[in-house]
């Protein structure tokens, strides 16, 4: 049976697996991104893929790349990268079929999550689903129908930029208030910052950093040492995270959440105000439906579902 | 060639139709609801269809029901109505299938008119598209890959409840600051309140109402006439508009957007402002793909939709 090669190009890191149809990943790479221009790390991904081959002594029938960023799998463009800022309209796609004569399938890394949940891992079983990766940002992967749904061009799922608040502070998308900044982590500094003058001030002398400086991984220490504003953070999160699902429940009357990205480490901290806060803001006939659930495949989900939209892609007749 | 019937139930008028597959009304009847409880609607229902059929000497194979309200359509139960407060749990399919031995399928209205508009109207040639329905709420159907979206239960399209600003006014679905309290009809009077005190007076004067009975169709007329604070009301809705359009781009990257229901009648007032709030929260790659046009089918959309969703039951084996 042939093995695939899936990519997950990540803001920071770069990970790569030869991976069986069964999802069984047979070897795999982990990196930091060394240089981020498009150049660079293209160079990089070459690299790793042929190490991973040579070292492994096996060949990949195909390979599936999985990027953060906003990706038009049709054309196999990588239009912007926000961890990534020198990539703009990057023709990823083509520029690594000069280097590997094997069929390449391109997406956003959600999408690849999504659809390695789905056949392997906590999607199992649900017809329709949306994976939030929260992060940096909220990912998104939409499984709708059993199958990954894309939109127009490709960019569904960028749901991290769902209006929050229209007056709230700007985004890098070029909107204002989106749902990221106040549900992945820059979230714990803004929420801190409507804390109490006192309450604050104890929380950054415990976390011994600046507002600008907190991150859910010091949040979630800090909750895990008992700190009554940390937990608080944890509520204010949790809330802010279940308005959006409120918002996409109401839309797609899509039932089934899965969490995952590394906050996703913290799910039982913010698990249940966000489920409350999206039942407060929906039907009351979805109350006993509703249901957040933490990712299964965890780092692994993104070379995955890479290599499975290979052997996905190996089956259609493009 | 068999005909369909279609049955339009909205929060106020019953309108049925007896339909052809290409989507001619061969005959139609409109009327108010006379008395709004269920056992009075389905009273009026039957003697309504039985009055088309014997009136046009035609029988339908099959009758497609569209229903404004939460609708579930596996077990054709209408969970609740908004304009139908009576209505709970009403298991309409099989209470219709008492008096008419024909197949019945029923759904949404909005996904029924979604359903005509995507066959026969404004989103022919459309992969994906959302109908926006703007009356006394918003309203959403969602054709996506071609096919109506449900969702796990049927409920999709609830786009009204978008959630539009978290700490907003109550809604009726349990919810607060919804998307429809900022875009369909009572929007009027909260954009109202939030002119200046003169300017909102001198509206009012206008209008000859209080605050609280401000409609679309009242400020559509004083804009006709040039009032420059009703000019600025329909900008505030556009705006408003625009955000939870923005929203569903950003979720689904669907990029078109028909506009039907009442207040659509005033679309060259509000498609401007609504597609320029849109753009200032998605990123701008959308900027050349958004697409917001009237829907093309008027009143007759529900009673085609709920005909066309009888012929297409007809052909499955359920």
């Given at each position: 049976?042939?093995?695939?090669?899936?990519?997950?190009?990540?803001?920071?890191?770069?990970?790569?697996?030869?991976?069986?149809?069964?999802?069984?990943?047979?070897?795999?790479?982990?990196?930091?991104?060394?240089?981020?221009?498009?150049?660079?790390?293209?160079?990089?991904?070459?690299?790793?893929?042929?190490?991973?081959?040579?070292?492994?002594?096996?060949?990949?029938?195909?390979?599936?790349?999985?990027?953060?960023?906003?990706?038009?799998?049709?054309?196999?463009?990588?239009?912007?990268?926000?961890?990534?800022?020198?990539?703009?309209?990057?023709?990823?796609?083509?520029?690594?079929?000069?280097?590997?004569?094997?069929?390449?399938?391109?997406?956003?890394?959600?999408?690849?999550?999504?659809?390695?949940?789905?056949?392997?891992?906590?999607?199992?079983?649900?017809?329709?689903?949306?994976?939030?990766?929260?992060?940096?940002g909220v990912g998104g992967g939409l499984i709708l129908e059993g199958k990954p749904f894309h939109g127009d061009r490709g960019f569904a799922g960028e749901v991290g930029h769902i209006v929050f608040d229209p007056e709230g502070p700007s985004c890098g998308c070029g909107g204002r208030g989106c749902w990221e900044l106040y549900a992945a982590s820059r979230a714990f500094a803004l929420h801190a910052s409507r804390l109490s003058g006192e309450e604050r001030e104890d929380l950054l002398r415990a976390a011994g950093v600046d507002l600008a400086d907190l991150t859910p991984k010091i949040s979630a220490r800090l909750a895990e040492e008992g700190n009554g504003a940390a937990l608080a953070l944890w509520e204010m999160f949790g809330r802010a995270l279940g308005i959006g699902i409120a918002t996409l429940v109401n839309a797609l009357d899509v039932m089934t959440f899965l969490i995952g990205g590394g906050i996703a480490r913290s799910f039982e901290r913010f698990a249940g105000a966000a489920r409350a806060s999206a039942l407060a803001h929906t039907y009351p006939c979805h109350a006993e439906h509703l249901l957040l659930k933490p990712a299964a495949l965890g780092d692994d989900a993104g070379i995955i579902g890479a290599a499975l939209q290979a052997f996905e892609g190996c089956g259609r007749s493009s």
């Open positions: 049976m042939s093995l695939m090669l899936g990519i997950d190009l990540g803001g920071t890191n770069l990970r790569a697996g030869l991976v069986k149809r069964d999802g069984h990943v047979v070897a795999r790479a982990s990196l930091p991104l060394a240089d981020r221009t498009p150049t660079a790390v293209i160079r990089q991904i070459v690299e790793t893929v042929r190490h991973l081959q040579s070292s492994s002594g096996e060949r990949a029938a195909a390979i599936g790349v999985g990027v953060a960023g906003l990706v038009e799998p049709s054309s196999g463009t990588v239009l912007r990268s926000p961890n990534l800022p020198e990539w703009r309209e990057v023709p990823l796609r083509d520029l690594l079929a000069r280097e590997f004569n094997v069929p390449l399938a391109l997406d956003n890394d959600a999408n690849a999550q999504a659809v390695a949940e789905a056949r392997l891992g906590a999607g199992r079983g649900h017809r329709h689903f949306v994976l939030l990766t929260l992060g940096s």
